[in-house]
């Protein structure tokens, strides 16, 4: 149940926060947007204020590798609503400073806010779990990307558990079908488990507990040394074509029917169902907190324009890619323009692109635009995939009847989003 405040600062804190905010207030209006100035300068002044600001407040922590930014959206948006505010780093600014910015932001704006929903980068879950005593933490999935080998996120995993064994008095609600996310929930007392039998195709991996070999059968996976095996779900999504319920204990059923497109968002919201349930919001009206969310951080977002629409997508990685290759999946094949960037903030590297199975674009009218449109044309020939070629992704979309999907990593995303926005 949610209840109390945020307590009141003692002087340092006090005097921290109001420096913080003349700093960061100023790098907003010299239009640096998401800065995390003002968390680091409040840190550097008063090293728990952290710990100060998040004290009093029913705080969610939001960690895992993929679906961070939407699943502690939709979180806000059940625990909001009625009245209550909700402080969240929505700006996706996820380690110690960003997350401190986003309580000093909540200071500024509503200083009631009862709740903190806080997406975590996984390496400081440690810190940050430490400094908000959180009453519940959320464990989405720990899988690899391009950069992070096996043993690297593992490594995270068990770590993330170290993290869970330390709080006991926080609820977990973790994934069951991720056989790392599993092990890490499974260090809690009673974790809450949330499960999609209907898609997810685990890999075989190594058991989270023993290191013996793990198979899968379906959806069900067990080590065939020490016997650990999937729990079972208490929250369970279950798909029929692009529909989900989620069945909860005693037999309760919720549809879904998300504005937001996609597998992967559909699961997210069976995570934030269950966090509400879990906080005491009433099902049905979780359930309709959740329709009303078009677009997180801009994407999904449908904007119109002469001669159709051009729904905005973001994929930065192969596991990004995985879940808009879901949702270009589901529905009539439109026409897609990918953008591909190498900035500094996309990382420079693409060699990325050949983990990602655009094979499964077979059936779409492709354009391949951005910086790096050069090699991705070359990933798509080799995946034996017609496209054309253009220099601005946004003037490729101008240029197509009716409804274009624009998907884009990083810049190239925030890019396209400024230009038709
Ligand atoms: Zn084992």
């Known amino acids: 149940m949610i209840s109390g405040g945020p307590t009141r600062l003692p002087p340092r804190a006090r005097a ?46 939001v960690t895992g590798t993929n679906g961070k930014t939407t699943t502690t959206s939709m979180i806000a948006r059940v625990l909001g ?20 910015t986003a309580l000093l932001d909540a200071l500024s704006n509503h200083e009631g806010a009862p709740v903190a929903v806080m997406e975590v980068d996984e390496s400081y879950l440690d810190v940050v779990a430490a400094a908000t005593d959180p009453a519940v933490v959320v464990l989405l999935n720990f899988s ?9 996120v593992r490594t995270v995993a068990r770590r993330v558990g170290e993290v869970v064994a330390a709080h006991p008095r ?33 890999d075989a991996g190594v058991c989270p507990r023993c290191d013996g070999a793990v198979t899968h059968a379906g959806v069900r996976w067990a080590c065939s040394s020490c016997g650990l ?36 968002n559909r699961l997210n919201a069976a995570f934030a169902l269950a966090v509400g349930i879990e906080l005491g919001v009433d099902p049905a009206v979780a359930a309709a907190r959740l329709r009303d969310l078009e677009q997180v951080g801009g994407r999904y977002r449908t904007v119109t324009r002469p001669g159709g629409t051009t729904r905005l997508l973001l ?27 190498s900035r500094e903030a996309d990382g420079r590297d693409v060699s990325w692109l050949w983990d990602v199975p655009f094979e499964r674009l077979a059936r779409h009218p492709l354009v391949a635009a951005g910086d790096r449109a ?26 197509t009847l009716g409804a274009v999907d624009l ?15």
């Not at 600014?93 to 401190?100: C, E, L, Q, R, V």
């Not at 989900?244 to 005693?250: I, L, M």
């Not at 050069?374 to 054309?388: C, E, N, Q, W």
């Open 16 to 61: 921290a926060v109001a420096v913080a905010r003349l700093v960061g207030g100023a790098a907003r209006r010299a239009g640096r947007h998401g800065s995390v100035i003002g968390g680091r300068v409040a840190t550097m002044l008063d090293r728990r204020v952290l710990a100060r600001l998040a004290a009093g407040r029913t705080v969610v922590l």
């Open 315 to 341: 994929a930065k990685n192969p596991a990004g890619w995985a879940q808009v290759l879901d949702l270009l999946d589901e529905g009539p094949p439109r026409p897609v323009v990918v953008a591909v960037n």
């Open 229 to 264: 095996a999937r729990p079972d779900g208490d929250w369970t999504l279950v798909e029929q074509d692009t529909a989900g319920t989620v069945h909860g204990p005693g037999g309760s059923a919720t549809a879904l029917d998300l504005q937001l497109p996609g597998h992967a």
């Open 407 to 421: 998907v884009g990593n990083y810049t190239a995303f925030h890019d396209a989003t400024r230009a038709l926005t």
């Open 144 to 152: 690899r990307d391009q950069l992070d080998r096996v043993g690297e």
């Open 170 to 202: 926080a609820r977990v609600v973790a994934f069951a079908d991720d056989v790392l996310c599993a092990g890490a929930g499974l260090r809690a007392a009673d974790p809450v488990w949330v499960s999609s039998p209907s898609l997810w195709t685990g």
């Open 81 to 100: 609503g009625a009245g209550r505010r909700v402080a969240t780093n929505h700006l996706g600014a996820n380690m110690p400073d960003g997350i401190t």
């Open 374 to 399: 050069g090699d991705l044309s070359v990933r798509l020939a080799y995946a034996g995939i017609g496209h054309r070629l253009a220099d601005d992704p946004v003037a490729a979309t101008r240029d």
